[in-house]
């Protein structure tokens, strides 16, 4: 049952609310890790399910599937839903610190010639990357995967370079002892937005959520960028 408490009234620590958010792997991977600790910390006794986006369906899973929100790069108008930026995400590197490129700057020629793995990088990124590509040979594509356990497992038995947004590299690059580079090319951020159904507009649970997630995402970008000193 929806609560009708203005945002002001409401209480996260109260609440035991059920939430089902569509996601992506890069999303499910980075921003919800990162924001999971403080949206526990505040509302302790809310449930939170995660369902894969579908972008041809989104606005079935927002309007009859049960979905609150979804967090997604746009690929068209939202409309008739509403949406909230979240923040511009990058494309990174990642190589073994073993890697024979490891103390090198990457090069285009580098890129295209070493075997290479694409992780949580969707159908319109891999787009924007072959599209930044155009007019240079095909690249030596040895694994493509939703998740990074894929590539961990040959990273150190092969010189491969992993292409993964720029957030995942940033949270997961010291734990698991790899390099990140930039792309040796040139290559424009994109918008990550959070979007919701208009009868989730005024839902004070709802603002909470989508406020919290907005914050934590800036948050980790900002970390990100300061720490790399990668855009």
């Not at 620590?13 to 600790?37: E, G, K, S």
């Not at 690929?75 to 979240?86: I, K, Q, Y």
């Not at 992780?119 to 990357?129: E, H, Q």
């Not at 497992?153 to 949270?171: F, H, K, N, Q, S």
Request: proline fraction near 8%; include cysteine; glycine fraction near 4%.
């Amino acid at each position: 049952m929806r609560t009708l408490l203005t945002p002001n009234d409401f209480q996260p620590h109260a609440c035991q609310q059920r939430f089902v958010i569509a996601t992506t792997d890069y999303a499910m991977q980075t921003i919800l890790p990162f924001a999971l600790p403080r949206i526990y910390s505040e509302a302790p006794a809310i449930s939170l399910e995660f369902a894969p986006l579908q972008h041809d369906h989104m606005l079935t899973q927002l309007t009859s599937d049960g979905c609150d929100m979804a967090i997604c790069r746009p690929t068209g108008p939202v409309e008739p839903l509403c949406s909230d930026h979240l923040g511009r995400v990058s494309v990174f590197c990642m190589l073994s610190k073993h890697h024979p490129l490891a103390d090198a700057e990457l090069t285009v020629q580098d890129y295209l010639t070493y075997p290479h793995a694409m992780i949580a990088i969707s159908d319109g990124v891999k787009a924007l990357i072959d599209e930044a590509l155009r007019g240079y040979p095909a690249r030596k594509m040895a694994l493509r995967a939703y998740h990074l356990e894929a590539a961990l497992a040959i990273v150190e038995t092969m010189p491969l370079i992993i292409t993964v947004p720029a957030d995942l590299a940033y949270l997961v690059a010291d734990k698991h002892d790899l390099v990140v580079k930039p792309l040796p090319f040139e290559f424009k951020p994109f918008d990550y937005s959070l979007i919701w159904h208009p009868r989730c507009e005024h839902s004070a649970p709802q603002i909470w959520l989508r406020q919290l997630i907005k914050e934590e995402c800036g948050k980790l970008i900002d970390k990100r960028v300061h720490d790399l000193g990668l855009i």
